[in-house]
């Protein structure tokens, strides 16, 4: 037993290295971690909100090769010039900011950790009791069934009851696998420190993309609990760009339109209903005959596409601007896709798994369904991105080398 705790406080003494900003003073502790549940990166948007406009100065830094498997969270090369001149691991982190009224808090964050989760909490209930901290709280994403036309719905769940203002209450019981930050309240709770768990609730068709709109209403909820002074102008601005590109997508296809106008109907009742007893989610609605899954991996599926292509586009558009006319005259657009949805040119998509897994067309006489174009748009942009940006590294290593020419016509 007596080695077992000297173990326990060698593991405790050596999980961080004191920061700059040792000892400071803080009654609010505010955590997030990448890797865990968290739809539209809800909770990670609105942690680097905070970090890149409030003044922050390092309260302590956590032994990543203590905590981090890196093969689940690798590091990060940068190469200049084909010379390796960075390599960034991820790293564990507690900060000390103030609001913009001057109020301290801490903010834990970085990747969940993988290993050791019992030494992990009892080195953060050490500082925060160093700090005289009095009450935790953690921001993620949920999906669920509201609209991107609403206000987004921010839920809570506490350690202690009496922490909870007035909502929806809950139909049942739910049981899921624990993140790190609820298993450090649970924690903390345990040494006097309640916690407040917040939950934007993200379009589950916004799940897979940043929706800064939940990162705002959980800065926004946060401030007004904790009477905090927090910025969300810059989350606000964010937003608008991903609504419109939804926007425009929706309004192309009826059957999108009516799926949102259901979610809309359902979202309005509950919000008009003084007893509800059931938290927000997607209605029963013979009125929409686009499922669920239908609108769901459509408007996904376009909104990746449309990142990917940017983030190539930003990548290759430094070392080559041009295209052959052939891409050109080939090229399959967002446009083309919505004139077609327009036209009613595409028909339902198979259920999953029924999907063949070739992006070509379909047989003469077979109709394409919006995944397949969408598809196909994406394969066509990386193989044809792929092949420039080959060409110019080759090219770059031997400048007399140079793609085969194309036999002429002629």
């Known amino acids: 037993m007596a080695d077992n705790t000297l173990d326990q406080f060698l593991d405790d003494r050596e999980a961080y290295d004191d920061g700059p900003a040792k000892g400071a003073r803080a009654p609010i502790l505010l955590t997030h971690f990448d890797g865990a549940m968290d739809a539209g990166t809800a909770g990670h948007l609105a942690i680097e909100q905070l970090l890149h406009t409030l003044d922050t100065q390092r309260v302590a830094t956590f032994e990543s090769d203590m905590f981090i498997d ?9 190469i200049d010039d084909w010379v390796t001149t960075s390599l960034e691991v991820p790293e564990i982190a507690l900060d000390l900011v103030y609001d913009d009224a001057g109020v301290p808090l801490l903010v834990l964050h970085g990747p969940e950790p993988d290993a050791k989760w019992e030494t992990f909490v009892r080195a953060v209930s050490h500082l925060a009791e160093q700090a005289g901290v009095e009450i935790s709280f953690s921001l993620h994403g949920i999906p669920s069934g509201v609209p991107h036309t609403r206000p987004t719905p921010v839920h809570m769940h506490a350690t202690d009851g009496s922490l909870l203002p007035e909502q929806p209450q809950m139909s ?54 904790a009477d905090l002074s927090l910025p969300v102008g810059d989350l606000e601005r964010g937003a608008s760009e991903e609504i419109d590109q939804v926007t ?8 999108v339109s009516r799926t949102i106008a259901a979610l809309e109907k359902h979202y309005d009742a509950l919000a008009t209903a003084s007893n ?53 005259e080939d090229q399959v657009t967002i446009d083309d896709v919505l004139d077609r949805l327009e036209e009613g040119s595409f028909h339902a998509r198979p259920a999953r798994g029924a999907e063949s897994e070739s992006s070509a067309r379909p047989s003469q006489g077979q109709r394409e369904t919006v995944e397949d174009v969408l598809r196909r748009l994406r394969d066509r942009g990386n193989d044809s991105e792929a092949t420039e940006r080959n060409q110019t590294l080759r090219h770059r290593a031997d400048p007399t080398w ?4 194309q036999p002429s016509d002629d």
Request: proline share 6%; hydrophobic share 30%; net charge negative.
């Open 248 to 255: 425009q997508l929706i309004e192309a296809n009826e059957e």
């Open 70 to 78: 890196y093969r689940s969270h690798r590091p990060v090369m940068n």
């Open 402 to 405: 140079g793609p085969p020419q």
């Open 172 to 225: 049942g019981t739910m049981r899921f696998p624990a993140p790190m930050t609820s298993f450090l309240q649970s924690h903390l709770a345990s040494q006097g420190i309640d916690g407040v768990t917040m939950l934007a609730a993200v379009p589950y068709y916004m799940s897979d993309t940043q929706y800064p709109r939940a990162a705002s209403a959980l800065l926004t909820s946060l401030s007004d609990y």
């Open 276 to 328: 509800s007893t059931e938290t927000f989610r997607l209605p029963d609605s013979e009125s929409s005959a686009m499922s669920a899954e239908d609108i769901t991996e459509t408007i996904e599926e376009f909104l990746r596409t449309r990142s990917q292509r940017s983030a190539e586009a930003d990548a290759t558009s430094a070392n080559t601007d041009e295209t052959t006319q052939g891409d050109e």
